[in-house]
T-cell receptor
Framework: GAGVSQSPRYKVAKRGQDVALRCDPI?????LFWYQQALGQGPEFLTY????????KSGLPSDRFFAERPEGSVSTLKIQRTQQEDSAVYLC????????????FGAGSRLTVL | GIQVEQSPPDLILQEGANSTLRCNFS?????LQWFHQNPWGQLINLFY???GTKQNGRLSATTVATERYSLLYISSSQTTDSGVYFC????????????FGKGTRLSVIA
């Protein structure tokens, strides 16, 4: 597609529910990143894929967070047993296989955990 | 890890004024990017500038890698320039995760 598409744009979950956030990167972009942005803060790295391989998951805050990209295109970030501190905007970005790591971001998925 | 500090944290400008935003980083980098996050939350890449100077319309950026800082200049500011400006860096130019600063929140008033 023309840009990075994320869904849902807004998600309200009750504490303890599982959520799944979807990212559809730019066609042909092999690298895909997930970031978490808390209110008033800069984005913080969660995890990174090159094609279907998850090369870095050092930023995932707990084992309740899981990401996958099984066919090397669409990615899903899953959060199990959501907690209030998981409330944030989850941003997905992709980058071209050529040249430097210049990121194009999606509009984000805003998660509110009640 | 690399630390990124941005200043000032907040800036209010009258429309038409110029401004300079600063980004300091704690280690050598081969990737530095400036982003604008609009009031709706969309992050837009402004510059990829690990060194040197680039200009795009009313915006320009300069990175002095040896002194570990980058500057973003906004001239003749417009209300549509409002939002948060982020600097993000990485040690490698390849697909290494970017580390973001906390941003400068700019408000341009008519």
């Amino acid at each position: 597609g023309a840009g990075v598409s994320q869904s849902p744009r807004y998600k309200v979950a009750k504490r303890g529910q599982d959520v799944a956030l979807r990212c559809d990167p730019i066609s042909g972009h092999v690298s895909l990143f997930w970031y978490q942005q808390a209110l008033g803060q800069g984005p913080e790295f969660l995890t990174y894929f090159q094609n279907e391989a998850q090369l870095d998951k050092s930023g995932l805050p707990s084992d309740r967070f899981f990401a996958e990209r099984p066919e090397g295109s669409v990615s899903t970030l899953k959060i199990q047993r959501t907690q209030q501190e998981d409330s944030a905007v989850y941003l997905c970005a992709s980058s071209s296989p050529r040249g430097a790591n210049v990121l194009t971001f999606g509009a984000g998925s805003r998660l509110t955990v009640l | 890890g690399i630390q990124v500090e941005q200043s000032p944290p907040d800036l209010i400008l009258q429309e038409g004024a110029n401004s300079t935003l600063r980004c300091n980083f704690s280690d050598s980098v081969n990737n530095l990017q400036w982003f604008h996050q609009n009031p709706w939350g969309q992050l837009i890449n402004l510059f990829y500038i690990p060194s040197g100077t680039k200009q795009n319309g009313r915006l320009s950026a300069t990175t002095v890698a040896t002194e570990r800082y980058s500057l973003l200049y906004i001239s003749s500011s417009q209300t549509t320039d409002s939002g948060v400006y982020f600097c993000a860096v990485a040690r490698n130019s390849g697909n290494t995760p970017l580390v973001f600063g906390k941003g400068t929140r700019l408000s341009v008033i008519a």
